[in-house]
């Protein structure tokens, strides 16, 4: 039997400074207060008393991307709008995290046709959840929120499977894309996200 | 004992300093052995309401606000004050009446002083400099 469950027996519990700060940061996410489309109101009522997402403790959303820890980005990211999602993920505080909640803001849902609609947030952000659903229910999203939880316990502070905000030689910001001429530019953060090969197979 | 009393004191003054000070030390250790720092020109922008910043924080702000402001604040505690005046008024004592008046009077005096000055017409500049 392992000594910290030999303690635990006794009465006696033990921890390490890894747990304790990984134990606080789970437990107090900030998001950032901002929807999309229809999937933030399913955020809004994950919000309300009938789904409580303060029982989390993440039920402090923030107004200001300076003060939140966690983006979810709830609904349709047009083209139009990327820029400004990836300028709020630039200017919120390290630690922070992406949740991708709902079929558009993973792939571009129903609108993947679409001219306008980007093809999944993941081509600029650093996704750590995806919710499918469309509109995802709140209990989706409270399941992808305690998915985020387990993720965030079970980040080292050291060696070399640290989380990128504690790695020197990792990235500060990430690439806000521009409006070009027919397309956004660029079209995604290749450090992130690659575009799937096209096998060309020759039948012979 | 009569200096054991007053070292107690400096022991409780000690003892507060350091209540206050210990999370902010243990915060600024915490920072320096774990959390890199990781600016940017985007993190560091003026405003963060997603659209790209413009200019600094540091504009000038022409003074002609501040006495707009002033002349609000002075009319707004006055409608603070005759609203229980007003509720009251039919049963006011020539003496509070007269008070009152007076008051209103040396208000009003201003408010001609200002009108006078041109503080209130079209001259004043509600121009916020872009700074840059």
């Not at chain 1, 600029?124 to 399941?143: K, M, Q, W």
Request: glycine content about 8%; aromatic content about 12%.
């Amino acid at each position: 039997m392992e000594p910290e469950i030999e303690l635990q027996r006794h009465g006696v519990f033990t921890t390490t400074v890894e747990q304790l700060y990984n134990w606080g940061r789970k437990n107090s996410l900030w998001p950032l207060q901002f929807g999309l489309a229809c999937c933030a109101i399913e955020m809004i009522a994950a919000s309300m008393a009938r789904f409580d997402i303060a029982r989390f403790g993440a039920e402090v959303f923030r107004p200001s991307p300076r003060q939140a820890d966690l983006m979810i980005v709830a609904g349709t990211v047009t083209k139009k709008m990327a820029p400004q999602v990836v300028r709020l993920y630039n200017q919120m505080p390290e630690p922070k995290y992406v949740i991708a909640m709902g079929a558009c803001a993973i792939s571009g849902g129903p609108f993947k046709e679409g001219y306008n609609v980007l093809k999944g947030i993941d081509r600029y952000l650093p996704v750590d959840v995806f919710i499918p659903g469309c509109p995802p229910r709140p209990e989706a999203l409270l399941h992808g929120l305690m998915l985020l939880q387990k993720k965030i316990a079970a980040q080292p502070l050291t060696g070399p499977g640290r989380p990128r905000y504690l790695d020197q030689n990792g990235p500060s910001e990430f690439p806000c894309p521009s409006y070009g001429a027919h397309d956004l530019e660029p079209l995604c953060n290749h450090a992130l996200w690659q575009p799937p090969s096209v096998r060309e197979e020759l039948h012979s | 004992m009569h200096s054991d009393s007053w070292s107690f004191l400096a022991l409780f003054a000690l003892a507060a300093v350091g209540f206050a000070l210990a999370p902010l030390i243990i915060a600024w250790v915490w920072a320096r052995a774990y959390s890199p720092r990781k600016p940017g020109a985007i993190k560091n922008a003026t405003y963060e309401c997603g659209l790209a910043s413009e200019g600094t924080g540091w504009i000038q702000f022409q003074s002609d606000i501040y006495l707009y402001g002033i002349v609000f604040l002075v009319f707004d505690v006055e409608t603070i004050f005759l609203m229980p005046v007003a509720a009251a008024f039919q049963g006011l004592s020539f003496g509070a009446c007269a008070a009152m008046s007076v008051f209103m009077l040396l208000l009003v005096e201003g408010l001609v002083w200002l009108w006078l000055k041109g503080a209130l017409g079209s001259r004043t500049k509600y121009c916020y400099g872009t700074g840059n």
